[in-house]
Structures are given as structure tokens and as C-alpha cells.
């Protein structure tokens, strides 16, 4: 049973960090690439990050580019999402995802291609 779980989301002030968390079980965790999105109701999912199974390409989203970081540790099936300097446009629900390999390359930005979702956690920034 392939699984995702996010874990890290919280309410947070405005300018402040987190750290978003997503254990992955149940797959060969190198087989697949990393995507982090985020969704705020009444919205379709957004593209935030993404990282490839080895680390060496990443790909962010314009509203985040120098302020978040997504990595990976592939020896604890681990994906992260380090974010700083916090917006309250910040606020939604960000899942992490997995991703073909085969599909990293041209297809890590869209929602469509990822195989394996999590549940999602609650980031609120406030004012």
C-alpha cells in the first residue's frame, strides 16, 4: 500500500518559516520525482516545488523562488518543503506528490502526471 503523509503544517505570522514533512512508504521512493502543491478553496491545486528522484533538478513556482526549498532524503524516503519569509498568500493546503521518472522532465509542474498523492496539511499565515 503506497502511502504520503504530511506532516509540518501550522498557523505561523507572517515573515516567520516552516517546515513541511512528507513520508513515503509502499514504492521505491527513487523511482519517482517530488512535486509539492498547494490548494485554497474554490481553487484548482497549485504547482509549488518539485525536485527530481536524484536531487539535481528542481523546479519552483515564480510566487515562492528564493524563499522556498524542496529537498529530499532518499535514504529515509523523505521529501521536505522549506519555507521562509512566509505570505499570508502563503495560506492553503499543500499535499506532496509523487511522480514518474519518466515524466519529471517535462510534466513536474502539472498535477496530472503525479501518481501518488497525500492527505495534506494546513498551512495559515496570518498577518
Known amino acids: 500500500q503506497v502511502q504520503l503523509v504530511e506532516s509540518g503544517g501550522k498557523l505561523v505570522q507572517a515573515g516567520g518559516t516552516l517546515r513541511l514533512s512528507c513520508e513515503v512508504s509502499?514504492?521505491?521512493?527513487?523511482?519517482?520525482?517530488m512535486g509539492w502543491f498547494r490548494q485554497i478553496p474554490g481553487k484548482e491545486r497549485e504547482f509549488v516545488a518539485a525536485?527530481?528522484?536524484?536531487?539535481?533538478?528542481?523546479f519552483y513556482t515564480d510566487s515562492v523562488k528564493g524563499r522556498f526549498t524542496i529537498s529530499r532524503e532518499n535514504a529515509k524516503n523523505m521529501a521536505y518543503l522549506q519555507m521562509n519569509s512566509l505570505k499570508p498568500e502563503d495560506t492553503a493546503v499543500y499535499y506532496c506528490?509523487?511522480?514518474?521518472?519518466?515524466?519529471?522532465?517535462?510534466?513536474?509542474?502539472?498535477?496530472?502526471?503525479?501518481?501518488?498523492w497525500g492527505q495534506g496539511t494546513q498551512v495559515t499565515v496570518s498577518q
Open positions: 506528490a509523487a511522480l514518474q521518472n519518466d515524466y519529471f522532465d517535462k510534466n513536474a509542474q502539472s498535477q496530472y502526471y503525479y501518481t501518488y
Open positions: 509502499g514504492v521505491t521512493f527513487t523511482d519517482y520525482g
Open positions: 525536485i527530481s528522484w536524484g536531487g539535481g533538478r528542481v
